[in-house]
């Protein structure tokens, strides 16, 4: 195996690793700060998808054709802001399910740092398995799903900023506050993510491109090359 990946794995276990850096709170290892960010963010995508699957599924494309007879019906027009809140929620549910366990196994791994711990034992595992199987050279399998999944989220705020704009009057204070906040919350979670591996890539850049200079053998001696 890389002892480079090796490296890395011991480095992320201790939360000294580059990609334990965080921006924001530079004291704590960035696995602490997003496993606070990310249980309660769980939760809000649920009750998020449960809110906007009970409007989809109460609404009709019908209704401003023929408007109904009686104000008490509970039929009301379909709006692309319910589509938004039920596909940014399933996918978010569908990562941090994922994403979730391996932050706190990284956490415990940071707190407790024993093989003898079983659960610091199966995280180990589930990192060298992961390292393993889907790093190639530079290419990162999971890195890749990931950020394309950053990327789509930022694509969908976007567009629910757009029907958020433009949206018709009549939609509920609820769904309304409830896709602002997801478009906030969007944006600052996949964004702070592609931020923090842009700004990984260009330190690691950079660091390679030191280390190189140093070993140079070229030597500048009255404006010659010896």
Known sequence: MNMNKLGDMSMTAFGYSDSEVCVC???????QVLLVITVPFFFFNMAKFCLGFTYEVSCSNTIQNNPPQSNTTNI???EYGYEYL?????????????????LFGNCWRQCFCCLCDPIVLFGTIVDFVKRCCCEFGRINLCEIVWYSHCVV???????????????????SMTVWLTVLLSLGLDCLLAGSEIFHRVRLH?????????????QSPLMYRSGAVV
């Open 153 to 171: 989220h930022l694509l969908l705020a976007v567009t629910g900023l757009v029907w958020l704009s433009d949206c018709d009057q009549t939609v």
């Open 86 to 102: 039920i596909l940014s929620s399933m996918l978010w549910l569908c990562f941090l399910s994922l994403w979730i366990p391996a």
């Open 202 to 214: 260009l330190a690691r850049r950079a660091a390679g491109t030191q280390e190189r200079s140093e």
């Open 76 to 78: 009301y027009p379909c």
């Open 25 to 31: 709170f530079p004291c704590l290892p960035a696995s």
